[in-house]
């Protein structure tokens, strides 16, 4: 294989059940494997929604695309609420509790600043206030 060149993947889904979803995750897997992602696990701690972790080695730090600061920002609060997750459910319930309204409950999305309150949340916590 030449040294530039991405290695392709090529993806099987056992599950879900559902035929017109399962043909779907396939081809979105093989199109991610045609662009050099390998499928590195699958968590299912949602088991409704199972998702794909995927990798791909990078040969430079040139392919590590710039973010704006929007996209940033939404990174860090998507991986916030991602490590929340870990959390027993009724200690993420009261940290939710305290840095979201109710109606940011409601919604699908973390408020901008997400990130940055759940931060504080702890912060807080650590000193006892």
Same mark, same amino acid.
Request: without cysteine.
């Given at each position: 294989?030449? $040294? &530039?060149?991405?290695?392709?993947?090529?993806?099987? #889904?056992? %599950?879900?059940?559902?035929?017109? /979803?399962?043909?779907?995750?396939?081809?979105?897997?093989?199109?991610?494997? %045609?662009?050099?992602?390998?499928?590195? &696990?699958?968590?299912?701690?949602?088991?409704?929604?199972?998702?794909? #972790?995927?990798?791909? $080695? /990078?040969?430079?730090?040139?392919?590590?695309?710039?973010?704006?600061?929007?996209?940033?920002?939404?990174?860090?609060?998507? %991986?916030?609420?991602?490590?929340?997750?870990?959390?027993?459910?009724?200690?993420?319930?009261?940290?939710? &509790?305290?840095?979201?309204?109710?109606?940011?409950?409601?919604?699908? %999305?973390?408020?901008?600043?997400?990130?940055?309150?759940?931060? /504080?949340?702890?912060? $807080?916590?650590?000193? &006892?206030?």
């Amino acid at each position: 294989m030449d $040294q &530039g060149e991405m290695p392709r993947w090529e993806y099987r #889904v056992l %599950s879900p059940t559902d035929h017109a /979803l399962r043909t779907a995750t396939e081809e979105a897997l093989n199109e991610l494997g %045609s662009e050099g992602w390998e499928l590195a &696990g699958i968590d299912t701690s949602l088991a409704e929604h199972p998702r794909y #972790v995927l990798k791909r $080695q /990078l040969v430079s730090l040139e392919q590590v695309p710039d973010l704006d600061a929007e996209q940033e920002r939404w990174l860090r609060n998507v %991986s916030m609420a991602e490590a929340l997750l870990a959390l027993p459910a009724e200690r993420r319930d009261e940290l939710l &509790g305290e840095v979201l309204t109710d109606e940011e409950r409601e919604t699908a %999305s973390p408020p901008e600043d997400f990130h940055e309150r759940v931060l /504080l949340y702890f912060a $807080q916590k650590k000193e &006892g206030t």
